[in-house]
């Protein structure tokens, strides 16, 4: 990606289960029963427990709160932890693992050996899910060249699919030094076949994911051949991968598609690409406020040229998630710096945890 010129919200229901069973086995004399009298107060809505005890003059609603109760339960308040359940989170370390056998293999730019090898590595992880292999002929700088996408479809029960991208190949202009990619490339190549390991789970025994349908795409020169950028000479997978859906109808089919990109930097610092449809920011915005990080996103804002600009083009909602501040004065940046100690299972945590909830509020809406 590149960075020519220059641009930017969340609710807390508390949503515990209603208990079961305490009222009936105990006729309502909680007294009798620690766990049950513990139950209902881990268990009741936060608004009943706040009329149970700061009801209308403050007095508890109940005639059977005797004093010692009283002083009993205060004390379990201050004991039992309120809040909700522990949250689950993504599988970051398993992600980690991914991306470390996938950078393994080395420098991938088109052409080379590796890009090979990248391609039986992908072929393989998704050899029993609905894979296609999207292969095309680029006009690049240096004459036709062979690309390949990597196309993963997870079915969903609503009409529609949300796309969730990455590039895996590294730069051909960078192939006389040895630019692994770990992060540009590796760590959300790592990321989606995470992801794609939960929704795999989600799909099993011909089952489909709750929403809408899932596609994850694995997409093959991104990065310009030539040292600099331009349109024509970058993002050829997603360039010839958006003009082939609109051909074919898909493309409105499409009701996001997200782009993860530099995004396993141990420095994680998620910026606000200003091209991006504004709804799915806030969307994203929403879900990192869930799990509390906020910090980690959207502190600056900026305009990166990208794989997601093909999809907004044409008009499809997007967004491009990205780091592009990696290393100091991004010193890591296009440089054999970019190496597996650089990025970390917790900003891939981050990365995944922040997708799935946004696929969950975006099949929501
Ligand atoms: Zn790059």
Known sequence: MNNPPLRFEGSHPCDRKKSQGWGTVHSGDIRQCFRCFRNLFTNLPCPILF??????????????????????T???????????????????????????????????????????????FLRSQFKHDQLEEDNFTANTPIG????????????????????LATHYE????????????????????????????????????????????????????????????????STYGTRHLAAKW????????????????????????????????????ALVRQAAKKFGYERYFFQ????????HLPFVKRGVPSIDVIDLDYGPNNSYHHTDKDTMDKISAHSLTIDGDVFLETIRLIDLR
Not at 105 to 118: E, M, V
Not at 144 to 163: A, C, E, T
Not at 300 to 307: C, Y
Request: hydrophobic content about 40%; charged content about 25%; proline content about 6%.
């Open 144 to 163: 036709p060249v062979p690309m390949r996408n990597f196309i993963v479809r997870f079915p969903g029960k609503k009409d529609g699919v949300i796309v």
């Open 170 to 233: 590294t730069n051909y202009w960078l192939r006389k030094i040895n630019f692994v990619g770990a992060n540009d490339g590796g760590s959300t190549t790592g990321l989606l076949m995470a992801i794609a390991d939960q929704l795999r789970e989600q799909i099993a025994n011909g089952k489909k994911l709750d929403g809408y349908s899932v596609w994850l795409v694995f997409d093959d020169g991104e990065e310009s051949i030539l040292p600099t950028w331009t349109d024509s000479d």
């Open 51 to 72: 009329a149970f005890f700061c009801g209308k003059g403050g007095k508890p609603r109940h005639s059977t709160m005797v004093p010692s109760l009283k002083t009993v």
């Open 74 to 120: 205060l004390g379990l308040l201050l004991l039992t932890p309120l809040a909700a359940p522990a949250q689950t989170h993504f599988n970051g370390a398993k992600a980690l693992e991914y991306a470390r056998q996938f950078v393994a293999i080395g420098p991938r730019w088109p052409t080379s050996p590796g890009h090979a090898q990248a391609e039986v």
């Open 300 to 307: 600056k804002d900026e305009a990166v040229s990208d794989d």
């Open 246 to 281: 609109a051909r074919d109808g898909t493309l409105g089919r499409i009701k996001a598609f997200i782009l993860a990109d530099m995004i396993g930097d141990k420095d994680l610092d998620i910026q606000r690409e200003s091209q991006s449809t504004d709804w799915l920011v």
